[in-house]
C-alpha cells in the first residue's frame, strides 16, 4: 500500500512538473495574441532592471506573468542587456522576441534631412519644425567639439559649427537629445574626410577650415559636380593672384535676401564675408556642403577662365575675360 502511494505522489508530482513546464514553456514561447496587428509602445526608462521592465511588460499585457520575463533574460545571461528607449511592441510578440528587440536596442527611430548648403539659422528652424529648440541648437553649434574631432582643430573657437553639420538623412531616437544629433553630424563629416583627402590638403597647404570655407561658397554658387570643380578652380586661381572672389552668394549671406540678383550698393557692404570688398577667403563658411562640394574643393580643375556666372535655369556660363562675362551677364541676368 506504501509503494501504491509513493507511486501515486511521484505520478502527481511529475504531472505537475510535466503542466509547469508547459505554462512557462507557452508563456515564454507563445504569444498573448498571435493574430494582433496592433502596435504598443513600450518605453524603457534610464536605470530601469529586469524587474521595472518584466512589472511594465505585465501592466501593458504583453507578458503572460513578469517573473516569466525575468527568468528568460536570466537564463539568456541579458538580463542586464536591455537597453533604455521606445520600442514598437505587439501582444503577438513573444516574450524571445520581445528580448531580442530590447537587447539589440531596437528602439523607435525618426529621420531627419539636413539639405546640402543649408546654413545654421535654416537647420535650426527646420529642427523647430521637429519640436527641438533653436535657441539650445545655437548654443550647442557654439561648443568646442574639437577635443572630439581632430578636423576641427583649425577652425578658430570662436567660430562656430557653420560649414561643419554633414547634410544627410539621420536617423535619431526619440529621447536622443540635439548634442547626440549634432555629434552625430560631426561623426559623419569625420569619415567622409577620408585620409587621402586630408593628406592631399596637406600637400597642398591648406586646411580643412579653408577647404569647408570654399567648399560652403561653391556649394550654394553653382549646381553639378564639374561646374563645381571648374568653379573651385578660378577661385582658388583668383586667390593665388590677389584678386577678390567676387562671390556673389557672401553678399546674400549678409543680407540674408534669398534673390540673387545683388546692387552695386550691397557689394560695399563693410563685412569680412563681403568678398567684393575684401580679398582672400571670407571670415568662415556661409552654408554646409555637400560631399561634391567639398571634392570640388580638394580637387580644382585648371581652366582658362577667370569668370562665371549661374544663369536662372541653373547653367554655368564660364567666361575668360570681364568683357565676355559682362556680356554673358547682360544676356542672362537680365
Given amino acids: 500500500m506504501n509503494y501504491n502511494k509513493k507511486i501515486i505522489k511521484y505520478l502527481l508530482l511529475t504531472a505537475v512538473i510535466i503542466l509547469a513546464g508547459i505554462y512557462v514553456w507557452q508563456g515564454i514561447y507563445l504569444p498573448i495574441n498571435k493574430n494582433s496587428k496592433e502596435e504598443i509602445i513600450f518605453s524603457i526608462k534610464k536605470g530601469e532592471g529586469t524587474k521595472e521592465i518584466a512589472v511594465n511588460l505585465g501592466k501593458e499585457r504583453l507578458i503572460k506573468m513578469a517573473t516569466l520575463f525575468r527568468i528568460y533574460t536570466i537564463f539568456k545571461g541579458v538580463f542586464d542587456k536591455l537597453q533604455a528607449g521606445e520600442y514598437s511592441l505587439s501582444l503577438s510578440m513573444t516574450i524571445p522576441e520581445i528580448t531580442e528587440k530590447f537587447v539589440s536596442g531596437d528602439v ?50 570662436d567660430m562656430n559649427l557653420e560649414g561643419y553639420i554633414f547634410p544627410d538623412t539621420y536617423e535619431i531616437q526619440k529621447d536622443e537629445s540635439l548634442e547626440d544629433i549634432l555629434t552625430k553630424t560631426l561623426q559623419n563629416l569625420d569619415k567622409k574626410l577620408t585620409l587621402e583627402m586630408r593628406e592631399e590638403i596637406n600637400r597642398q597647404g591648406k586646411t580643412i577650415f579653408e577647404i569647408i570655407t570654399m567648399a560652403s561658397m561653391i556649394e550654394k554658387e553653382v549646381k553639378g559636380f564639374e561646374d563645381k570643380k571648374i568653379v ?85 556660363i564660364f567666361s575668360k575675360t570681364l568683357g565676355e562675362h559682362n556680356i554673358a551677364k547682360e544676356k542672362y541676368l537680365k
Fill in 108 to 157: 523607435i527611430e525618426e529621420q531627419i534631412t539636413i539639405i546640402e548648403g543649408w546654413n545654421l539659422k535654416e537647420i535650426a528652424q527646420y529642427l523647430g519644425e521637429k519640436e527641438f529648440s533653436e535657441e539650445e541648437f545655437f548654443e550647442l553649434a557654439k561648443k568646442d567639439f574639437s577635443p572630439e574631432f581632430d578636423f576641427l582643430k583649425d577652425k578658430s573657437k
Fill in 232 to 316: 573651385s578652380g578660378i577661385l582658388w586661381k583668383r586667390l593665388e593672384n590677389n584678386i577678390p572672389l567676387q562671390v556673389d552668394a557672401m553678399i546674400s549671406y549678409i543680407t540674408g535676401k534669398k534673390s540673387a540678383n545683388i546692387s552695386i550698393e550691397e557689394t560695399k557692404i563693410d563685412s569680412p564675408y563681403n568678398t567684393y570688398k575684401y580679398k582672400g577667403l571670407p571670415l568662415g563658411p556661409i552654408s554646409n556642403p555637400g560631399l561634391e562640394s567639398i571634392l570640388a574643393s580638394i580637387y580644382p580643375e585648371s581652366s582658362e577662365y577667370w569668370y562665371y556666372l549661374s544663369a536662372p535655369e541653373g547653367k554655368t
